[in-house]
């Protein structure tokens, strides 16, 4: 009998063999149904062969097929199993991941497509009935041609009625998917025109046949977007499909309606977290047929399976929302690359803060650099100042210059922006008298007060608590907020600027379904008003009357134990920065800070960020850290810490393994999240293949470990960040 080697949604690094008594039509990327433990389980079908290394009395057959059609094809397939080895991540889990819920739960893939009901052969013989419904539907369908399921029920014809009509083989469904978009001529939207800079990028990137990686590095304003567009149009003209990828920060609105607006005649769909299950089908199925011309998504858009990809864009590459965090921990920006690379097609990176990982492959000519100096919309570049806060009294965290600075600029007309990342009104309470601070029970951390919920929230662990009206350590009532965040910077910035409008836009403001497009839609009305938020405001938007931008706390990625820091800090500077002066004048950029003469803060704001960036790789490179060398962290959490400790320390090999590096157990910088210990293994090492041949045989001793279903254990690949 026939073999089939399917992959089961399962933590396991292994695929799982079964029978069939035929193979019929069934072919590699199709789905089955299986018994597996005593429950029935969805799989996919990877390969049909006719040998097994388990016996073959110990084989279960499998119980049904699912598909007539396959939902991966063969390149796709090939694109997840390379996935699934890159991130040490188990098989089945990893192609359940790219798929939509109801496929992986069994659904049938055109659920959200309306069929299309036409006669049979024997059907349009018009045989005589005696159901007058059943004949009614066959007159219809014979003088009106075929019609649509949605516009025959309008019509007064039950779905019982059809159904017997199907059952009798006179009439089918069929699902038409339309793809005219490819037949029509490019019908496009107005459009400036390009500068040298913005012209010669479009035209090295238009010459390109096959692929090829684009860094397009531009300052901010530099109208990277408009690059993209005029790219794009060469690739829809042609009948092909493209992939924008954005932050989930930057997925707004503003973004899709700039797209909209240029390419009028082209079906574009978005891919995002808030779209139901049966939405997020209903784009997949429609990138499978050809149906739709452009995809713009956040990160999980990667797995996309498209009829005919000509071009993957990946805006703000270097931003960390690409990277994620949970289960299959990919990275969306590097995945664009081998995609990119499978389907020979051209890959543009852009942002005007590249990552120094992209920046090295730009400079050793594995990426070809391309660089946008001149801001499209004003000529003149943001001045920026250094506010020494040494000294100086404070308030809610501002000082009386950046006070200073927001009166004028507010009496001008203009717009403020003022930047903080931390939501909630203080990060904790304190006790006046004995200096007592509120944690959170279950984090090593503290939990942060929110006013207008009058609760204290853990943003690590969700838990919340009432405030406490004494202290609980010398009964005191002189409890104060220590800190500042958004929340209370509006309450100041309000009582302080009375006639001026504030807009705070962070996740607290923007909870409710469009609220965040109604503030968007406040602040570019114009005029004077302050703008108060996190690095929510702060990527991927376009403020035309923002004249000024003050930054608050800059000190905060200084001095941080992750080795990114520094260039996660100067990368939001930057960003932030380039929200002023985006419409005519040059904007004004107020950073505060202790540290005025520390040297990163001062080779920013004199050199840029390119200049900044081209050190911090020195440094990286006498340093043997990424991107000079690669990193792997194994992650360990369990409410024992001993299981912990145990189960990371019997990782460690009493002789070291050639070409690779050790360092840990170490605890993580948050010991302690909702509850559990978390320790972490750091493997370092300077050939990648070395690392992945290490991988494959550490992953395979930890799913054996005896500890393995006591501590939640992960394999983090190329991590963004050690916590």
Same mark, same amino acid.
């Given at each position: ?123 349009? @013989? ?78 090295? *990137? ?151 990982? @992209? ?18 919309? &004003? ?106 965040? &958004? ?44 703008? *108060? ?32 820091? &520094?260039?996660?800090m100067a990368q939001l500077i930057t960003q932030v920065a380039g929200r002023a002066g985006r419409a005519g004048e040059a904007g004004t950029v107020l950073l505060q800070t202790h540290f005025p003469e520390h040297p990163l803060l001062q080779d920013l704001i004199n050199n840029g960020y390119g200049d900044f960036a081209r050190y911090a790789l020195q440094e990286r490179e006498e340093a043997l850290l990424p991107p000079f060398a690669h990193l792997v962290i194994i992650r360990a959490e369990a409410t024992n810490v001993n299981f912990v400790l145990r189960f990371l320390s019997d990782l460690v090999p009493a002789t070291p393994y050639p070409g690779i590096q050790l360092l840990g157990p170490i605890p993580a910088p948050l010991e302690r999240i909702a509850g559990k210990y978390r320790y972490q293994l750091h493997i370092h090492a300077q050939q990648r293949p070395v690392l992945h041949d290490y991988l494959a045989q550490l992953a395979r001793y930890m799913s054996e470990h005896e500890l393995a279903n006591r501590v939640k254990w992960s394999i983090d690949v190329d991590p963004m960040d050690t916590y």
């Open positions: 009998m026939p073999i089939l080697e399917v992959a089961i949604k399962l933590p396991l690094h292994r695929t799982f063999d079964y029978l069939i008594s035929e193979i019929g039509d069934l072919r590699p990327g199709m789905r089955v149904q299986v018994s597996f433990a005593n429950r029935k389980c969805t799989a996919l079908v990877l390969a049909i062969k006719s040998h097994s290394d388990v016996p073959p009395e110990k084989l279960k057959t499998i119980s049904s097929v699912l598909d007539k059609q396959p939902v991966l094809t063969p390149p796709h397939i090939a694109f997840l199993q390379f996935v699934a080895q890159y991130y040490c991540h188990p098989i089945g889990d990893t192609f359940f991941t790219a798929l939509p819920a109801v496929l992986r739960e069994g659904g049938h893939p055109d659920k959200t497509q309306i069929p299309t009901i036409s006669l049979t052969e024997k059907g349009k @013989t018009l045989p005589t009935l005696r159901s007058k419904k059943q004949q009614a539907l066959l007159s219809q369908l014979t003088h009106g041609g075929e019609i649509k399921l949605s516009e025959l029920k309008a019509l007064g014809f039950a779905a019982q009625t059809i159904k017997s009509l199907e059952e009798k083989a006179l009439i089918e469904q069929t699902i038409v998917h339309d793809k005219d978009w490819t037949e029509q001529t490019l019908a496009l939207g107005d459009k400036p025109t390009l500068n040298e800079q913005q012209a010669t990028i479009c035209s090295a *990137v238009n010459a390109q046949q096959g692929y090829r990686t684009f860094l397009v590095e531009g300052v901010t304003g530099s109208g990277k977007t408009e690059v993209y567009l005029q790219c794009l149009e060469n690739v829809l003209a042609q009948g092909k499909q493209a992939l924008v990828l954005v932050p989930e920060i930057g997925l707004t609105p503003q973004t899709v309606n700039r797209f909209k607006k240029r390419f009028q005649n082209m079906p574009i769909d978005l891919w995002h977290s808030n779209l139901t299950d049966n939405e997020r089908l209903h784009t997949w199925r429609r990138a499978e047929q050809g149906s739709n011309a452009l995809v713009i998504g956040t990160r999980s858009a990667i797995f996309l399976p498209f009829k005919h990809l000509g071009m993957i864009i990946v805006d703000e590459e270097h931003d960390s929302s690409f990277k994620q965090q949970d289960g299959l921990k990919y990275h969306a920006r590097d995945l664009a690359v081998y995609r990119a690379h499978q389907q020979q097609c051209p890959l543009l990176l852009g942002t005007a803060t590249p990552a120094l990982d @992209t920046l090295q492959k730009a400079l050793s000519n594995k990426y070809q650099l391309l660089s946008l100096t001149k801001r499209a919309q &004003t000529q003149q570049d943001n001045q920026f100042h250094l506010v020494d806060m040494k000294g100086q009294p404070q308030q809610c965290g501002l000082s009386p210059m950046s006070i200073h600075w927001m009166q004028k600029t507010l009496n001008r007309g203009k717009q403020v922006m003022v930047f903080l990342n931390r939501r909630g009104f203080a990060p904790t309470l304190m006790c006046h008298e004995c200096g007592w601070l509120n944690t959170c029970q279950h984090c090593s951390t503290s939990a942060t007060y929110h006013r207008a919920m009058n609760r204290l929230v853990c943003h690590h662990c969700g838990e919340q608590d009432f405030v406490p009206k004494q202290c609980p350590d010398c009964g005191s009532t002189q409890i104060i907020p220590n800190g500042v965040g &958004t929340e209370q910077l509006e309450q100041f910035l309000t009582e302080q600027f009375t006639d001026i409008p504030l807009t705070r836009i962070d996740r607290d403001s923007t909870r409710k379904k469009g609220s965040l497009e109604s503030a968007l839609d406040e602040i570019n009305q114009g005029g004077a008003r302050i703008l *108060v938020g996190t690095q929510m405001l702060a990527k991927g938007h376009h403020f035309a009357d923002v004249s000024l931008v003050i930054i608050l706390d800059v000190d905060s990625g200084l001095y941080s134990c992750d080795f990114r820091a &520094t260039e996660q």
